[in-house]
């Protein structure tokens, strides 16, 4: 199981991977925007945040398949073995081919269903991101999705494997995770409530109030 942080802060992701086992840090082009600061810069400020280990994923900003191609390589010129994500639409698909032909691992992003999410696989994609949060606010059902895409995976292109996204709760994630996702993302928020649940702190409270009361000191 991969666990990815879906941001550009590069301090919470030092301060995180600490803590966490973490595969890496995805990005897209709305997160880098609400950072301010270019990918050539921002990419490689993650990449140390994460101890030169890890993935880094970033998304192309052109239309056409071979504008994105160009923005895939753009991409590897600033981390070289960065994987690039790719809006599958249909210009999207051709650049995942010629991107799989080039030996350029991709993600197939904005996947709102499982059928979409396949056909990114077929293309070559190694990645594909279902936006679990983004379907149910559509009025569907983002963990069927899933769920429907990681069957179609398995029976039709086992080298793909899914990556959830778009979360905003935890429950979402550990669904998704039950769901037999190999990967997924979480937003800085998500990560931090999994951290910060109110009964654990209490409980810690309760422990350190009960030794102290009895012993005096609160080490061992």
């Given amino acids: 199981m991969e666990l990815f942080l879906d941001t550009v802060d590069v301090a919470s992701v030092k ?3 600490r803590i966490f086992t973490l595969a890496g ?14 990918v050539d810069v921002v990419l490689p400020e993650l990449q140390d945040a994460l101890g030169g280990k890890g993935r880094l994923f ?14 895939a390589i753009k ?18 698909l051709a650049a995942i081919k010629l991107l799989r032909a080039e030996g350029i691992p991709t993600l197939g992003t904005a996947v709102y269903g499982a059928s979409q999410g396949l056909l990114s696989a077929l293309a070559g994609a190694e990645y594909v991101a279902p936006y679990v949060n983004r379907i149910d606010a559509q009025g569907g059902d983002g963990i069927q999705a899933v769920k429907d ?8 292109a086992p080298r793909s ?16 995770l039950l769901a037999g996702c190999e990967s997924i993302t979480l937003p800085l928020d998500v990560a931090e409530q999994i951290l910060t649940a109110p009964a654990v702190a209490a409980a810690v409270e309760k422990f ?7 012993f005096g000191v609160k080490g061992l």
Avoid: Y
């Fill in 161 to 176: 494997k899914v990556l959830a996204a778009s979360f905003k709760t935890p429950r979402q994630a550990l669904d998704c």
């Fill in 58 to 71: 970033a998304q192309v900003m052109a239309q056409h398949s071979e504008q994105m191609v160009e923005d």
């Fill in 149 to 156: 895409l990681q069957q179609l995976l398995k029976l039709h």
């Fill in 15 to 17: 301060r995180l991977a």
């Fill in 25 to 38: 840090v995805t990005t897209n082009p709305s997160i880098v925007a609400s950072g301010r600061k270019p």
């Fill in 75 to 92: 991409l590897r010129s600033i981390i070289k073995d960065i994987v690039v994500k790719v809006p599958v639409t249909a210009e999207g």
């Fill in 208 to 214: 350190e109030k009960e030794w102290v009361a009895a």
